[in-house]
């Protein structure tokens, strides 16, 4: 899995502190682009991950951050617009539209790709034998969800793209191996319907996971550093909490093994 880009938020993604990329999950040759923001389409490439080997793109919600780079890459998908293949998974503000947000992917663009999924909570699918199940969310565009993803041998995957923190907001990730945080906020700064870190802390005690990755951050938090946002997480309940960095991998194997943007890195190896 790699974090192509680990900035959230408006002034992130237009000053670039940090990329705006979004993920890609690869699971055997399954290649699985979410949420790719400005930036998607560039450091993929850079890291060597054509878009043309994607066989499934989500987004979780209509903010820039998420979507900005996906028309791109549905075309890359579909091989350079030249045979209908993939899986188009998204909100429905993203594909249709909802009150006034969106849609951000045009008719031209849904209709280059095989497969269209309308992400709703407890919407569930396969990209080949990758499990994904939709959850709710509650953010500024009211059709945002969260994931949870099921890799066959390796374990279960969360990630929460923003929200607040609501009652029930932590029962998708129970137990997972990994849950991934968009924790734009720093402690103390907590910001409407998205995460802060105190709100993380909740649903890091309630959830249980493996263990965490912190990512999406906003100005406030790296003027703070999310290294020392991360330790106070993991020293508070004890799971081992990694703040992600752009270019950062993390394997899932019997270990987790993360692993810095920079070769020479040791990586760091959690038991979970
Ligand atoms: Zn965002
Ligand atoms: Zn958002």
Known sequence: ????????????????????????????????????????LIFSNWSGLSP?????????????????????????????????????????????????????ISKYHQGLVERIVTLEPNV?????????RALRAEHSDPATVGLRLDFPDVGSVGYTSDTAYFDGVSDGYRGVRLLILCTMRPRGASLPLHLSIDE?????????????????????????????????????????TVAARDGMRVILGDVIEVRGPRKREEPRVIEA
Not at 9 to 15: A, K, N
Not at 203 to 210: D, L, N, Q, S, T
């Open 200 to 240: 993380a802390l909740r649903i890091m005690e309630e959830a249980k996971p493996g263990c965490v990755v912190l990512t999406h951050f906003g100005m406030k938090m790296l003027n703070v550093g999310p290294e020392g946002e991360a330790e106070y997480l993991e020293a508070e309940t004890g799971i081992p």
């Open 124 to 132: 569930s699918f396969e990209v080949g034998e990758v499990g994904v």
């Open 52 to 104: 043309q080997k994607l066989d499934a793109i989500f987004v979780t919600h209509c903010h820039p951050d998420h979507y900005c780079d996906a028309e791109v890459l549905i075309e890359g998908m579909s091989r350079v617009t030249t045979k209908r293949r993939g899986v188009l998974a998204a909100s429905r503000s993203v594909l249709q539209g909802v009150e006034d947000i969106g849609p951000s």
């Open 1 to 40: 899995m790699w974090f192509l880009g680990t900035g959230g938020g408006r002034f992130v993604m237009v000053t670039q502190r940090r990329r705006t990329a979004g993920l890609r999950l690869v699971w055997g040759d399954v290649h699985i682009h979410v949420d790719p923001g400005p930036g998607a």
